[in-house]
């Protein structure tokens, strides 16, 4: 404890209460960045190899290796594929498919916005800490009458500068998971609206429908 202490006051003494926020907010998203990792581990976001055979299967028309399939994943979203596959003929649940499979995502994309607020707002805490570092210097140097010791000023602008780079490292980190984790779930969106296009609207059941067709006009 006394450790911990003495750096917070190191920290406070090199960069002021501005690097001291900054290391809070690094902290913040270095535990948000892992639980989210290990939410979408334990949803398999990203790993529907189960599903795709599963819809796969159904596009071609073979409800049983379907259903197999599907008993087979722990996915996220096998409960929404699971409704969709298992809805009676006649009766349209794509929107509320849609809409349970968007539920989920918005539970996956919880915390994300923290992130983004995050990697917005650690520069501008950096420049913000930088600009009260260069009043301080000056003050310094204003005070200093004619006795100018250039490493006075120098000392004070290095310490300034501090706040911006540890805005910065907080800053660019953040904003690079950010876009991973962001692009992971558009990827899922995809997926899942074309898994559910496939199911209402299979292969077989169109081929079915414009031979029906062809011998209802007899061509």
């Not at 995809?190 to 006009?217: C, G, K, M, Q």
Request: aromatic share 6%; charged share 15%; no cysteine.
């Amino acid at each position: 404890m006394i450790v911990i202490q003495s750096a917070l006051l190191q920290i406070l003494d090199l960069g002021g209460p501005v690097v001291l926020v900054l290391l809070a907010t690094s902290v913040m998203a270095t535990a948000l960045v892992l639980y989210k990792i290990w939410q979408y581990q334990i949803a398999r976001v990203g790993r529907h190899k189960q599903l795709s055979l599963a819809v796969e299967a159904w596009d071609k028309g073979d409800v049983a290796q379907a259903m197999a399939k599907l008993r087979q994943t722990k996915s996220y979203l096998a409960p929404v594929l699971h409704m969709a596959l298992t809805h009676e003929p006649g009766v349209t649940l794509s929107d509320r498919a849609e809409a349970e499979a968007e539920a989920r995502f918005s539970r996956l994309e919880q915390g994300l916005g923290t992130l983004d607020l995050i990697a917005q707002l650690a520069p501008l805490l950096g420049l913000f800490g930088t600009v009260l570092g260069m009043i301080e210097a000056f003050k310094k140097l204003e005070a200093a009458g004619s006795s100018v010791d250039p490493s006075m000023l120098a000392g004070g602008i290095w310490v300034a500068l501090f706040t911006t780079a540890a805005g910065l490292a907080v800053a660019m980190p953040t904003s690079m998971v950010l876009s991973w984790l962001t692009a992971r779930m558009q990827r899922e969106r995809v997926f899942a609206n074309r898994a559910l296009s496939v199911v209402f609207a299979p292969a077989s059941t169109v081929v079915t429908e414009v031979e029906e067709l062809r011998a209802a006009y007899g061509s």
